[in-house]
């Protein structure tokens, strides 16, 4: 069964399988969006079914809370649980310094509420998601419906006395209409080829009044696990200067395939 799927998969599967392995009785975690959180959720899920493991899970969007109730996890609302031991989430980019960009999967309003909650953030990884210098990947914004055209051309004047290589942004779509977020608001997606200060843009980003927040994650994560489709993952942990190497065994996980 492990067989079957990607490389690319295989190595979200690792790292997500390393991460879901720091978790520890009794914590409160953050659950993050997209396909490699989503392993990380069923993961947990099997921990929780077969090991007992008691935990109580943070969701950053409608999906991953479905997710977590279908994988058996107790899920609670960041009200009720207020801070968090660990988050562990994906990204779409990530640097030497470990900031990041997210919001590929349009949740990036709650992951970086979540995050900012947390004691401790884990990105989970592929390694082709590591880049010298973070823009590559389109960034998102969460912008409010309410004059959102507006916001957007203010957006891309503030990009002109930028220091970033390309100034395009576009709404994000989903079909024929408009992606909206779980918090009601749009999405646009600044296509920057190369942003050369990320700290100045998120501030500049967030000073906008139609911007809710930048899909820019700086200082927020602790550590990244890099998984590889040979089942090695990399622990990298940015306040240690640390960094660890260890093997999953991939055939030993099939029940997890099957259950899919
Ligand atoms: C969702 C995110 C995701 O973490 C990011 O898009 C990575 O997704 P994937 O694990 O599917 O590559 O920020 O808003």
């Known amino acids: 069964m492990a067989g079957e799927l990607s490389p690319i998969d295989k190595a979200k599967f690792v790292a ?8 520890e009785d009794g914590m409160q975690v953050g659950l993050g969006t997209g396909s490699t959180a989503a392993w990380l959720v069923r993961h947990l899920g099997e921990r929780v079914r077969d090991s007992g493991l008691r935990i109580k899970g943070v969701p950053t969007s409608t999906r991953t809370a479905q997710l977590a109730h279908e994988a058996g996890i107790e899920v609670i609302s960041l009200d009720e649980a207020k801070i968090l031991n660990m988050t562990i989430d994906g990204a779409d980019e990530f640097d030497g310094n470990l900031n990041l960009i997210k919001g590929g999967g349009g ?14 953030v884990v990105i989970i990884a592929d390694a082709a998601k590591e880049v010298g210098t973070l823009g590559a990947f389109p960034l998102p914004i969460e912008v409010i419906q309410f004059g959102w055209t507006t916001t957007q051309m203010l957006v891309e004047e503030l990009l002109v006395s930028t220091d970033v290589m390309g100034r ?41 009044p ?20 040979d089942g090695r993952v990399e622990t990298r942990d940015i306040h240690e200067g640390t960094v660890s190497e260890a093997h999953i065994n991939l055939v030993e996980s099939d029940n997890l395939f099957s259950d899919l």
């Open 210 to 229: 139609g911007v809710v927040e930048n899909g820019l994650f700086i200082d927020l994560c602790d550590r990244v696990i890099i998984g590889y489709a």
């Open 16 to 23: 997500a399988k390393r991460a879901a392995d720091l978790v």
């Open 107 to 120: 949740a990036l309003l709650q992951e970086k509420i979540v995050a900012a909650a947390s004691e401790d």
């Open 168 to 208: 395009k942004t576009t709404l994000r779509m989903n079909g024929d209409k408009p992606f909206v977020t779980d918090e009601g608001n749009f999405i646009l997606d600044l296509h920057l080829s190369r942003i050369g200060n990320a700290r100045q843009l998120a501030m500049a980003l967030n000073q906008m």
